[in-house]
């Protein structure tokens, strides 16, 4: 799942990526409103964290509105410093789906961010499956007909975007945008390398049902 963090203040916006980035998110950061601006209505992520205060020409709210106008309807969490009334109705009104005062723990995020990312048919079990495949969003858990299958924490990202994205062809620049964040050096026969170390893991003992699709030209698809 890949984030979009605009924050001006450089020590909590490097933390949180780092911090993210620990438990499996591609993340993207911008430092000033315009940037921010810019990065957010291209909208190659799945969830945007926004600081509500922002130097340059838009603020937090100005993003979040132009977005919303724009009908991007990902999910935006709002960070705000103010733990006023006003503040908030403020945000939620222009279009902010949730919002957090500073100081925030980490834990708290991370659980604001799950929450967010949750599909409304997911609501009441986070556990995506395809198959006999499972795999636990929240616990890093993944498992193939009852057998628990180890996973480096890239190979686990981008399972779980194959997996929430289940019989739809997604192409080597979809994985790319979706699982690495823009800075990371990655061609597309890393791509390539990374499904297939996933396919030893998650097919290879299974051999007669596979779940992983190579549809050529096009890309990869998880299905039954
Ligand atoms: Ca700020």
Redesign the pocket.
Same mark, same amino acid.
């Given at each position: 799942m890949r984030i979009l963090l605009i924050? !001006?203040?450089r020590k909590i916006a490097n933390a949180l990526k780092r911090g993210l980035e620990q438990e499996s998110y591609a993340v993207d950061v911008a430092y000033d409103g315009q940037e921010g601006y810019g990065r957010a209505m291209v909208g190659k992520f799945d969830i945007l964290i926004l !600081?509500r205060?922002?130097p340059g020409i838009a603020d937090g709210l100005d993003i979040c509105r132009a977005m919303r106008k724009a009908n991007m309807h990902q999910p935006v969490l709002l960070l705000t410093a103010r733990d006023a009334t006003r503040d908030r109705v403020e945000g939620l009104d222009n279009g902010a789906d949730d919002y957090l005062v500073k100081p925030f723990s980490f834990e708290e995020l991370l659980a604001r961010i799950r929450a967010l990312l949750r599909r409304p048919e997911q609501t009441a079990d986070t556990t995506l499956r395809v198959g006999d495949l499972e795999l636990h969003p929240d616990t890093f858990h993944v498992q193939r007909a009852g057998q628990r299958i180890e996973l480096s924490r890239k190979e686990f990202a981008l399972l779980e975007y194959l997996m929430r994205n289940e019989n739809r062809i997604l192409s080597k620049e979809q994985i790319i945008t979706h699982v690495w964040d823009f800075d990371a050096d990655i061609l597309p026969n890393t791509v390539e390398a990374f499904i297939a170390s996933l396919r030893q893991k998650i097919d290879k003992p299974y051999k007669d049902h596979p779940l992983l699709h190579t549809v050529r030209g096009f890309g990869y698809r998880i299905a039954v």
């Open positions: 924050e !001006d203040e !600081d205060m922002l």
